[in-house]
Nanobody, 121 residues
Framework: QVQLVESGGGLVQPGGSLRLSCAASGNIFRVYGMGWYRQAPGKQRELVAYITRGSSTNYADSVKGRFTISRDNAKNTVSLQMNSLKPEDTAVYYC???????????????WGQGTQVTVSS
């Protein structure tokens, strides 16, 4: 089994910053891409940022220049630094990881349980 556990959500005022972290653990051979997604009430889950094992990154247009994704391959962790937060960033944020559990197996996508981020004055 593979578990992803997020931390760092909370309430912040507009213009503020938060840092989300996610750690993968369990029966892991290798973690490939890792990402952050979010889901606001009444909306579909959307990609926020994605980072490959080689640290190539991809961002949603709505967060470019404000959010930064990073990872530590040795610790199987991924982080999301969120600056200049806006009320429209309010959502549950989910961590994802594409994880191979054996050297010959295909990677499967695992998800964290989500962490709430609320941007409000």
């Amino acid at each position: 089994q593979v578990q992803l556990v997020e931390s760092g959500g909370g309430l912040v005022q507009p213009g503020g910053s938060l840092r989300l972290s996610c750690a993968a653990s369990g029966n892991i051979f290798r973690v490939y891409g890792m990402g952050w997604y979010r889901q606001a009430p009444g909306k579909q889950r959307e990609l926020v940022a994605y980072i490959t094992r080689g640290s190539s990154t991809n961002y949603a247009d709505s967060v470019k220049g404000r959010f930064t994704i990073s990872r530590d391959n040795a610790k199987n962790t991924v982080s999301l630094q969120m600056n200049s937060l806006k009320p429209e960033d309010t959502a549950v944020y989910y961590c994802s990881g594409d994880v191979a559990t054996t050297s010959s197996g295909r990677a499967a996508t695992y998800w964290g349980q989500g962490t709430q981020v609320t941007v409000s004055s």
